[in-house]
């Protein structure tokens, strides 16, 4: 099982719709949880962190944890062009090192 | 301006050449760290740092070296550049030691061995 897995393929949604991306991760010991936003050939910026269940809501993102399944979302409501970008999901190991998932493309069309 | 800076941005060499890819950080963190992201592997960590003269291994040290003998700088280094290390690398610092732990990322350096 890797690491992190999140969906593939890029992801197509209309402006102002909401967009739906999953994470899950294999290390159960992992307590902090991040959402990192990244432009083409910039660098990653983190948009959500999360580290108890639930949901947890900023803005129009909002992140959802459940520990006992592995696994976390990211939802961004009211999709806008300018949340077309790669977004990675990030667990938090040991040595405050992370791992990172591959990315899911997101692209709002007009 | 808090930041974390990297040098240089891009860089073209050719293989056997050593080179250094210099980070610095000015928020005084701890932790620092260096990833390459390569299309279809996504970001992989080479080496991280705890603190001043505290380094280790991530996932993909092979062929590379660092040191950190100051806390805001922590230098990647190339000693022997091969074409498998092209690639667009990341410079990370964050406090240590917390739950919520923001790791801020430098600019990028995509490098380019020959």
């Known amino acids: 099982q890797k690491e992190v897995e999140q969906n593939s393929g890029p992801l197509s949604v209309p402006e102002g719709a909401i967009a739906s991306l999953n994470c899950t991760y294999s290390?159960?010991?992992?307590?902090?949880f991040f959402w990192y936003r990244q432009y083409s050939g910039k660098s990653p910026e983190l948009i959500m962190s999360?580290?108890?269940?639930g949901d947890k809501e900023d803005g129009r993102f909002t992140a959802q944890l459940n520990k006992a399944s592995q696994y976390v979302s990211l939802l961004i409501r009211d999709s806008q062009p300018s949340d077309s970008a790669t977004y990675l999901c990030?667990?938090?190991?040991?040595?405050?090192?992370?791992?990172f998932g591959k990315g899911n493309q997101v692209v709002v069309i007009p | 301006e808090a930041q974390v800076t990297q040098n240089p941005r891009y860089l073209i060499t050719v293989t056997g050449k050593k080179l250094t890819v210099t980070c610095s950080q000015n928020?005084?963190?701890?932790?620092m760290s260096w990833y390459r992201q390569d299309p279809g592997l996504g970001l992989r960590q080479i080496y991280y740092?705890?603190?001043?003269?505290?380094?280790d291994k991530g996932d993909v040290p092979e062929g590379y070296k660092v040191s950190r003998k100051e806390k805001r700088n922590f230098p990647l280094i190339l000693e022997s550049p091969s074409p498998n290390q092209t690639s667009l690398y990341f410079c990370?610092?964050?406090?240590?030691?917390?739950?919520?732990?923001?790791?801020?990322f430098g600019p990028g350096t995509r490098l380019t061995v020959l």
């Open positions: 999360i580290y108890s269940n």
């Open positions: 740092s705890m603190n001043v003269e505290v380094t």
């Open positions: 928020m005084n963190h701890e932790y």
């Open positions: 290390d159960r010991g992992s307590q902090s």
């Open positions: 990370a610092s964050s406090n240590s030691g917390r739950i919520y732990n923001e790791q801020f």
């Open positions: 990030a667990p938090l190991r040991g040595n405050n090192r992370l791992a």
